[in-house]
């Protein structure tokens, strides 16, 4: 009986949406056309493949196979164990076409290899963005043509707007769920067979019809931004990839007195506070908690202060990536994010006349723990994303 209302419910839940409306907001090719779906084993990816089968396409399910696992029944993972099984019992529940593709060199090269080096040279990676600019938007793509198919849909919240000659990314509805800010780097020609058809559609929407079809992952937790640790201990994943990340070195303060030591930079991350391991400095009353302000790798060195010294008003950014043919001025005003879940901040985009791929970000207020190797995400004041780049360092004026 449960099935049958289960089904019941999906079908009139599939009925609240407008299949033109659907098909005219994403830019979708003929039903009956085949469209390829990247299918990472989570529920988002799952319910895209549902919609587009059950509006009348010929849906293609791939999953990328990225790396091994250390614990394959872990489920906030994605492209890996488990979650190639849930993809696969999604396909056949779906009766749709089903390709793993073996992509684990190539992550490693492009994702894993590079996160590691970003972080043994003292900046804070973002591997969900590499990961997005390699093998998911560029090799995937690839695969995607081969199978004969003009279209790569996936299941992130964001919205693609084609405007005359420029493709754009606009912020999902689900505001909670946006994840425009890890899609900066992606290119025209890359957006001209991307599809992103949950942008319009809240998570608990798409949980829902999940449940509804009776997904075997209707229910299953979101993935985590690095997942291939699914324990969260990054630290330990660097040290096991390089051993030479735990070289010891001194903690200094911003006169450059030596107030410790350390094992290893890549234990650090700017704006830490806690776990510095400096405890109080003799002779010094009425401390203030001290913070990580620097990250030095040619000296080996953590520079700690008081959190005002965090204060950044400037941030320099590098390989700028714009949503248009038509640069904007030398200088616009953007709203922006240095963190996906972060609140959008006023600021003024200054870009470097003799080379437009570097620039500068003049923060309107103060932003805290501002690292290199974050990426800095531009916006206007209708949720359309402008562009953005790589943080290669901040100061306070």
């Excluded at 350390?262 to 391991?277: D, M, P, V």
Aim: hydrophobic fraction near 35%; proline fraction near 3%; charge should be positive.
């Amino acid at each position: 009986m449960k099935k049958y209302l289960r089904q019941y419910k999906w079908r009139g839940l599939m009925k609240e949406i407008d299949k033109e409306k659907f098909i005219k907001e994403n830019n979708l090719p003929a039903i009956g056309s085949r469209i390829t779906v990247a299918m990472s084993g989570g529920v988002d990816s799952s319910v895209t493949a549902a919609l587009l089968k059950n509006i009348g396409y010929e849906v293609i399910g791939v999953t990328m196979k990225l790396y091994e696992a250390a614990n394959k029944k872990k489920s906030k993972t994605c492209c890996s164990g488990i979650d190639i099984a849930d993809a696969k019992n999604v396909a056949k529940k779906l009766n749709i076409k089903h390709y793993i593709i073996d992509y684990k060199e190539k992550f490693k090269e492009s994702v894993i290899d590079k996160f590691v080096n970003s972080y043994i040279d003292g900046q804070t990676p973002i591997p969900c963005i590499l990961c997005n600019q390699t093998v998911k938007f560029t090799d995937l793509i690839e695969f995607t043509k081969l199978l004969k198919s003009s279209i790569l849909a996936t299941g992130h919240y964001v919205k693609r707007i084609e405007n005359g000659d420029d493709i754009n990314l606009y912020q999902a509805d689900d505001g909670l769920k946006d994840q425009s800010y890890f899609l900066f780097a992606t290119t025209q020609d890359q957006l001209k067979t991307l599809r992103f058809p949950l942008g319009n559609f809240t998570k608990s929407y798409i949980r829902e019809l999940a449940l509804n079809l009776g997904l075997s992952n209707a229910e299953k937790p979101d993935s985590q931004d690095i997942c291939f640790i699914p324990d969260g201990n990054y630290r330990k994943f660097v040290k096991e990839k390089d051993t030479k990340s735990n070289i010891a070195g001194n903690i200094v303060n911003i006169n450059g007195d030596i107030v410790g030591t350390h094992n290893g930079i890549i234990n650090y991350t700017i704006g830490q506070r806690k776990g510095i391991g400096i405890g109080g400095i003799k002779g010094i009353k009425d401390q203030h908690p001290m913070y990580v302000l620097k990250i030095d790798k040619s000296k080996n060195e953590i520079v700690v202060g008081p959190k005002s010294k965090l204060k950044k008003y400037s941030i320099f950014v590098k390989d700028l990536n714009f949503f248009t043919k038509n640069i904007y001025d030398l200088e616009f005003d953007a709203l922006i994010k240095i963190r996906s879940g972060q609140r959008l901040i006023s600021a003024k985009v200054e870009l470097d006349k003799k080379n437009l791929n570097n620039g500068v970000v003049q923060l309107d207020e103060p932003e805290f723990g501002v690292a290199p190797g974050q990426a800095c995400v531009f916006y206007n004041n209708f949720k359309k994303m402008l562009g953005g780049g790589w943080i290669s360092a901040s100061e306070l004026k």
